[in-house]
């Protein structure tokens, strides 16, 4: 079964800014968690965030560097976070925990793409590890921290996730590495974690976002070369973004109206672009986006999340 993906009309659109759809929200008081927010969208996260008046834990894997990184950035606070080493997300949540924190918002921002073919802990694709099941331990571990009167989690995606479904017979690449391919699958995962989050959550007053940033040129693409890239058409021969590319600020717009737009209120699970709920995709064009069916089906979202408790040893929602 797929859930139900319309748009809701919200006034905004591929061109609003986190500046724009934060306008006149008051976050005082509220704490929100960001992983991977020291550089690209997540800096932008953070940045919105802090000025619309929230604490912001910026979970990362050099919090030394992400200090600089944050200078001027007033409710900013760095926290060591590896997403590749289940003992250092493990060690993340219970100083999290240890330290008493109420969390209003979870931003699952941190991401890799296209990188070399790696393994991580029991052989894992780091891809896979990285991006979904670093993410899904870390936020189950921090459920008790998880504020009942009314959290959220946004999980970033991205429409990468048109080239491929979970591959259930081979998650880790162990009969041939495709590097697109194993990023694709990473975000059909985060959106399919959102969807099942969503529906364990909404009894403990959680609810749960996946969103489609959009195209944006960030350190993301650190492992896909120039020319690449040029090839590729996301940009001129001198650098230039190509046309329908997105401004950091217009990327992570989407990412902080899913985590405070009153509208979604009831719409728990969806996957969202452009500062909306996206609508299915009709064609393969990613640039113009929509979601894939296999990225809003709740029995694989419901399998994805036995497999991923299997994996990890960890499920918050299992007295």
């Known amino acids: 079964m797929n859930t139900r993906q319309h748009h809701l009309g919200s006034g905004f659109g591929a061109r609003s800014t986190t500046d724009d759809v934060l306008a006149g929200t008051d976050l005082t008081g509220r704490t929100a968690l960001v992983t ?15 000025r619309a008046g929230a604490h912001v834990l910026v979970a990362v894997r050099d919090p030394a560097g992400a200090a600089e990184a944050l200078r001027g950035i007033p409710g900013a606070e760095p926290l060591a976070l590896d997403l590749g080493d289940p003992d250092s997300v493990r060690a993340c949540a219970e100083r999290v925990l240890a330290a008493g924190r109420v969390l209003d918002l979870v931003i699952a921002n941190a991401g890799i ?24 331990a870390l936020v189950n571990r921090l459920r008790p921290a998880l504020n009942p009167a009314g959290a959220r989690v946004v999980v970033v995606a991205s429409s990468g996730h048109f080239l491929s479904d979970i591959r259930w017979d081979d998650l880790h ?24 989050l969503d529906a364990l959550g909404a009894a403990h007053g959680l609810h749960a976002f996946a969103v489609h940033p959009g195209s944006i040129l960030t350190p993301l693409q650190r492992h896909v070369p120039r020319e690449e890239q040029v090839a590729q058409g996301w940009m001129s021969e001198d650098g230039t973004p190509a046309e329908g590319f997105k401004s950091p600020a217009q990327g992570a717009a989407t990412t902080v109206w899913a985590a405070t737009s009153p509208l979604l209120d009831g719409h728990g699970g969806a996957y969202c672009q452009d500062c909306d709920i996206a609508g299915p995709a009709t064609t393969d064009d990613m640039l113009v986006g929509g979601v ?21 040893g960890v499920d918050g929602f299992t007295p």
Not at 118 to 126: H, M
Not at 292 to 312: I, Q, V
Request: glycine fraction near 10%; include cysteine.
């Open 292 to 312: 894939k069916p296999w990225a809003t089906d709740r029995d694989a979202a419901a399998r994805l999340w036995e497999l991923s408790a299997e994996l990890t």
């Open 173 to 196: 690449f162990r009969t041939g590495y495709d590097r697109w391919l194993a990023y694709a699958q990473s975000k059909t995962a985060n959106a399919l974690f959102a969807l099942h």
């Open 113 to 136: 793409m296209a990188c070399p073919e790696t393994r991580l802990g029991p052989g894992w694709e780091a891809h896979f590890a990285v991006n979904h099941l670093g993410h899904y």
């Open 36 to 50: 991977g927010g020291a550089s690209g969208l997540g800096r932008e996260t953070v940045r919105a965030l802090a």
